[in-house]
């Protein structure tokens, strides 16, 4: 397997000159496959200046902001399984439907606040060269809040991925938020506004990669849907910068995102994004085992996906 670096890179003095970010997507459990895609580009010397994520997307861009080398990302996946991200009382569920109290969460994740804690240097964060930015919808005013590492804190991370319903809402300032990919799980904007001109982002869903057969039935129909609404707000970012630079074709957009480079004036935005239908399972199986087969697929597809990013004509 060859390991390439800055000095075998073709075009590594041109792309060291260019600001770069990282976009990592919302998605549960599947974000241990964004940690084998920063693994490869890490061997690549692929630093950004922008590490930017919404849910699952915001915990790994926490973590590589505090300072976690790939190796301890890997290693934070592979500890992770359910009893340390939620835990669920249905006796206290059975308790609030009776007493008709106030909205409870079905399930309760100080476990994962506390298995955070253990791991974050929120210090380091405040520290660091990359700005790491983190997403969140107010609640009570609908509007989608982007924070940084200036202010990040464990609040701030819990609201990002508070998944509605599931996972309780967190107070930041007084207010309520809940899980930023309600209204931007692939959270460009804040990218282009500080001028990002070499862009990959890593999705956690194959719709729009491939072309895929019509659902046999209604869960197949169902986890379609599902799918869809996690890359929606990628795909209609992304229509729009299109039509702004007068570079809208007949082809699918996604289509040619998702194993090409898609160039928009002097910005390069690459996408990375699983081959196969992780299925709805995979959104809360933490689990070891789902954790080394996601870091292994996200590794793969970034290297065959990003060698027309990186200059090459084949993949790595």
């Known amino acids: 397997m060859e390991v390439v670096t800055r ?9 060291s000159k260019r600001k770069r ?27 950004p200046d922008l590490v930017c994520g919404t849910s699952v997307g915001a915990v790994n861009a926490t973590g590589i902001g505090c300072g976690l080398n790939v190796d301890e990302l890997i290693q934070l996946w592979r500890a992770i399984h359910r009893g340390k991200i939620y835990r669920i009382s249905m006796l206290r569920q059975i308790y609030n439907f009776f007493t008709r109290r106030s909205f409870t969460a079905i399930m309760d994740t100080h476990p994962l606040k506390n ?9 380091n964060l405040r520290k660091s060269r990359t700005e790491i930015i983190v997403t969140a919808v107010n609640i009570l005013n609908s ?19 508070a998944i509605p319903i599931l996972f309780p809402w ?3 300032d007084g207010e309520p938020y809940w899980d930023g ?47 869809q609404s996690l890359v929606g707000s990628y795909e209609s970012f992304m229509a729009h910068l299109a039509f702004e630079y007068k570079q809208r074709e007949q082809q699918s957009l996604m289509e040619k995102l998702l194993r090409k480079t ?7 935005i690459a996408t990375v994004a699983p081959d196969r239908m992780l299925g709805f399972y995979s959104i809360l199986n933490f689990s070891h085992k789902q954790a080394d ?3 292994q697929e996200g590794y793969m597809d970034a290297r065959n996906q990003l060698s027309e990013f990186f200059g090459r004509t084949e993949p790595y």
């Not at 959270?187 to 659902?215: F, T």
């Open 21 to 47: 970010a990282l976009i990592l997507s919302g998605g549960g459990a599947r974000g241990a496959y964004q940690v084998g895609v920063w693994k490869f580009l890490r061997e690549l010397d692929w630093e």
């Open 7 to 15: 000095k075998n890179c073709p075009v590594a003095e041109k792309i």
């Open 115 to 123: 298995f955070l804690l253990e791991r974050y240097n929120l210090e």
């Open 293 to 295: 087969l996601l870091i």
């Open 181 to 227: 990919g309600v209204m931007a799980n692939t959270p460009l904007l804040p990218a282009l506004e500080r001028g990002a001109r070499e862009i990959i982002v890593v999705l956690l869903s194959p719709v729009g990669g491939q072309r895929l057969k019509l659902p046999r039935n209604r869960k197949e129909a169902i986890e379609r849907v599902f799918e």
């Open 170 to 172: 967190q107070y930041i």
């Open 143 to 161: 509007q989608l809040k982007f924070f940084n590492n200036k202010v990040i804190d464990i609040e701030h991370v819990m609201a990002s991925a």
């Open 262 to 268: 898609l160039t928009l004036g002097d910005i390069r």
